[in-house]
Nanobody, 127 residues
Framework: QVQLVESGGGLVQAGDSLRLSCVAS????????MGWFRQAPGKQREFVAA????????YYADSVKGRFTISGDNAKNTVYLQMNSLKPEDTAVYYC????????????????????WGQGTQVTVSS
């Protein structure tokens, strides 16, 4: 059984940084696509970033490009999301997601591409 556990959220001020972690267990994740999504109150869950581990490829939403960095540690089965220059509009619950069946293309931006999800971690950015 695949499990994803996020941590690292919190309350920060605009301009601060946070690093989220997602520890994956239950499989070998070297051929998985790992994603971060977020959901603000009253809004749909949206793509933030993804890491295609087998190709060391990274993908970002335009809204976070240049501020957020996704990375992974294979030995620890952990994916990180380094978030710098945080803005109030980054406030949301952040979710880690994973799939083994990604074959390429723009489907990585959509929630239904991912088979496994964590419970989420709250990030709140005050102005």
């Amino acid at each position: 059984q695949v499990q994803l556990v996020e941590s690292g959220g919190g309350l920060v001020q605009a301009g601060d940084s946070l690093r989220l972690s997602c520890v994956a267990s239950g499989r070998t994740f070297s051929n998985y696509l790992m994603g971060w999504f977020r959901q603000a109150p009253g809004k749909q869950r949206e793509f933030v970033a993804a890491l295609r581990w087998s190709r060391s490829s990274t993908y970002y939403a335009d809204s976070v490009k240049g501020r957020f960095t996704i990375s992974g540690d294979n030995a620890k089965n952990t994916v990180y999301l380094q978030m710098n220059s945080l803005k109030p509009e980054d406030t949301a619950v952040y979710y880690c997601a994973a799939t083994q069946s990604y074959l390429g293309g723009s489907s990585l931006y959509y929630t239904n591409t991912y088979d496994y999800w964590g419970q989420g971690t709250q990030v709140t950015v005050s102005s």
